[in-house]
């Protein structure tokens, strides 16, 4: 199957700082990404929908400023998580699905922890 | 809105047969997935099956829909230790392009 990296793997912030999350699709062009926020032993929730090129959509109740997004190339998109607190703490996952598939690849999860 | 759910555990022996149970409540469903999500990794697409398909097998991996009790099965033949796993179905519709996930099943193969 098609391959999706993220960067970092793991990553230790101070609150109120920001960090950016990398999730690239290495073989195919992803027209659509997608980040997921995953709680220990819990399921995944869709924080946000990306297109290449265009505004994130956001899922309810996730806050657009403070989880930026940017999808600028068919295989890159970022998350960037600003003002960080302990609470953001989280796995992030992204997804990336390439037009007219259905198949749908997860990068292998960034573990984010703020002190 | 769409709601998947399933059961939480489920451990089998080695060499068994394990049967992954999930529903779903969205009828205009049209893809329905599994996934494997191992400790602290990301998740592997295992299979996904069209709505208008009873079954769909590959290799140790058999699928199974009953589309009039939106229920979904995930039968792994001759299940391995590494088979030990959380499994999530998932399921996406027409209108939507994110997938909707289960709660997960953990599963766990004893020796």
């Known amino acids: 199957g098609a391959v999706v990296s993220q960067h970092p793997s793991r990553v230790i912030c101070k609150s109120g700082t920001s960090v950016k999350i990398e999730c690239r699709s290495l073989?195919?062009?992803?027209?659509?990404m997608f980040w997921y926020r995953q709680f220990p032993k819990q399921s995944l929730m869709l924080m946000a929908t990306?297109?290449?090129?265009?505004?994130?959509?956001?899922e309810q109740g996730v806050e657009k400023d403070k989880f930026l997004i940017n999808h600028a190339s068919l295989t890159l998109s970022t998350l960037t998580v600003t003002s960080a607190h302990p609470e953001d703490s989280s796995f992030y996952i992204c997804?990336?699905?390439?037009?007219?598939?259905?198949?749908?690849?997860f990068g292998p999860g960034t573990r984010l922890t703020v002190t | 809105g769409e709601d998947v759910e399933q059961s939480l555990f489920l451990s089998v022996r080695e060499g068994d047969s394990s049967v992954i149970n999930c529903t779903y409540t969205d009828s205009s469903s049209t893809y329905l997935y599994w996934y494997k999500q191992e400790p602290g990794a990301g998740l592997q697409l295992l299979t996904y099956i069209f709505s208008n398909m009873d079954m769909k097998q590959d290799q140790r991996l058999t699928v199974l829909l009953n589309k009039k009790d939106k229920h979904l099965s995930l039968r792994i033949a001759d299940t391995q230790t590494g088979d030990s796993a959380i499994y999530f179905c998932a399921e996406r519709d027409t209108g939507r392009r994110a997938l909707t996930f289960g709660s997960g099943t953990r599963l766990q193969v004893q020796p």
């Open positions: 073989d195919f062009q992803a027209t659509t």
């Open positions: 997804s990336a699905r390439e037009q007219g598939r259905n198949e749908q690849y």
């Open positions: 990306s297109n290449e090129g265009s505004k994130a959509t956001y």
